[in-house]
């Protein structure tokens, strides 16, 4: 029997060795004690592989005003906002996430993000259905093509938790069947095909992880086997929403179609709990670059420390910062919405004051289809003759030389 030696010089036989290694791929679920006592108080006789099935969560979740008057105890503003549910969008919140709404300090955050509120039927100035135009650069069912070398794929309508602030409102939750998918993903795999310059696709929805394994690879096989698509991505908010859905069977199957990325989409430190630092782990253990994508929200986020947690703890996650949106004008949403300079002091107040890997682009999706245009605080003042002038993360001014181009050195390059 062939026999290995650790770093401590012990002796142990192969065959053990594999088994050790079997048993700490075994992993068992976390479940938090919030959401274990959620459980046990709201779905009592609810053991732990039902409540990890993230098809029973999806079934469960909820969507009537009485799930969440005896759940979470709602007030009457929000009773008659739910009641009116289907007018904009569906309300729906899995019972793992409604767990996090009970008994913490950030309840009130993420009650805000999934719970409706009046104010959303409200429809203000400069707020559309479709405020990106994605629909007008949508040469085909499914897809969105507006920069030169990428797409957005929409895979799917559906979604675990509705976020109230969702641009793609007048999209999501019309519970489209599967035959009208696969058409439409037909279609959409065809136009990447014959568009050779797209190099990377988004898939994207909706949340594409709220597909069964075997339609989600349908569509990563088929854009994979398209020689001119370098980079596959996937747009999800399941890690945070939904983490019990990230299972060692999806994984593997993610593993299959690398160069692959996860973008992320998180809101408040509150939804970094043991589950989601799971999911993002399995994730991260195979081989998957993971980004965050974060929209700025008025009492849910916009305050510097909050940002500050939220970026470390995604960063302690193994999750890397990647864009701060302003919340766009789609109708309904003005009560989230903050003042640009709200964004721009909350930028300030990350860089230098974290690592840099911390620090995602703080960008404005412009109306009307101009794209993603990022969003920097001031630190350039100026120039004086042969110096620039900066100012540094704590206010403080700098100068730097970089010479105006002399008369002598023009007439030496020509
Ligand atoms: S997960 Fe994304 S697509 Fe779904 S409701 Fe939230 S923001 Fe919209």
């Not at 289907?86 to 999934?114: H, I, W």
């Not at 709220?210 to 747009?235: F, K, N, Q």
Request: proline share 7%; glycine share 8%.
């Amino acid at each position: 029997m062939a026999r290995v030696s650790d770093a401590r010089g012990t002796i142990e036989s192969d065959a053990r060795a594999a088994r050790r290694k079997a048993m700490v791929k075994v992993e068992v679920p976390v479940i938090n004690k919030t959401a274990r006592a959620f459980r046990d108080a709201h779905f009592p006789g609810v053991d732990d592989a039902t409540w990890n099935d993230w098809r029973w969560q999806v079934r469960n979740r909820l969507s009537t005003v009485e799930d969440f008057r005896r759940m979470l105890g709602v007030n009457a503003l929000e009773a008659e906002a739910i009641a009116m549910q289907g007018l904009r969008l569906p309300v729906a919140v899995t019972p793992y996430y409604a767990s996090l709404l009970t008994g913490l300090d950030c309840s009130e955050a993420l009650r805000r993000c999934v719970i409706p509120a009046a104010a959303e039927l409200d429809r203000s100035y400069g707020e559309c259905g479709d405020p990106l135009a994605e629909d007008h650069d949508s040469p085909v069912p499914g897809i969105v093509h507006r920069y030169p070398d990428r797409v957005l794929f929409i895979a799917t309508d559906i979604c675990s938790t509705y976020c109230r602030y969702c641009t793609r409102s007048r999209l999501v939750g019309r519970k489209e069947t599967r035959a009208l998918r696969t058409r439409v993903w037909d279609q959409a795999i065809d136009y990447v095909r014959r568009t050779p310059q797209v190099r990377d696709v988004l898939v994207s929805g909706g949340d594409p992880f709220l597909l069964p394994d075997s339609a989600l690879e349908y569509i990563l096989s088929r854009l994979r086997a398209i020689p001119h698509v370098e980079m596959l991505r996937l747009g999800t908010k399941t890690p945070m929403v939904l983490p019990q859905r990230i299972t060692p069977a999806l994984v593997r199957m993610l593993k299959r179609y690398h160069p692959l990325f996860v973008s992320i989409h998180c809101t408040h430190p509150g939804e970094l709990t043991p589950e989601a630092g799971q999911a993002c782990a399995r994730l991260a253990d195979a081989g998957i670059p993971l980004g965050s994508q974060t929209v700025l929200l008025s009492g849910v986020n916009d305050n510097t420390e909050t940002m500050l947690a939220l970026m470390r703890g995604l960063l302690k996650n193994r999750v890397r910062p990647y864009y701060l949106y302003q919340c766009d004008q789609v109708e309904g949403t003005a009560h989230f919405r903050t003042p640009l300079s709200r964004g721009i002091e909350i930028m300030r107040g990350l860089r230098g004051f974290t690592s840099g890997y911390a620090i995602p682009h703080f960008v404005v999706d412009l109306p009307g289809g101009g794209g993603k245009t990022p969003v920097l605080p001031e630190y350039f003042q100026g120039r004086d003759g042969d110096e620039l002038i900066f100012k540094n993360y704590e206010g403080r001014e700098f100068r730097t030389l970089d010479p105006l181009p002399s008369a002598d050195t023009d007439a030496d390059r020509r």
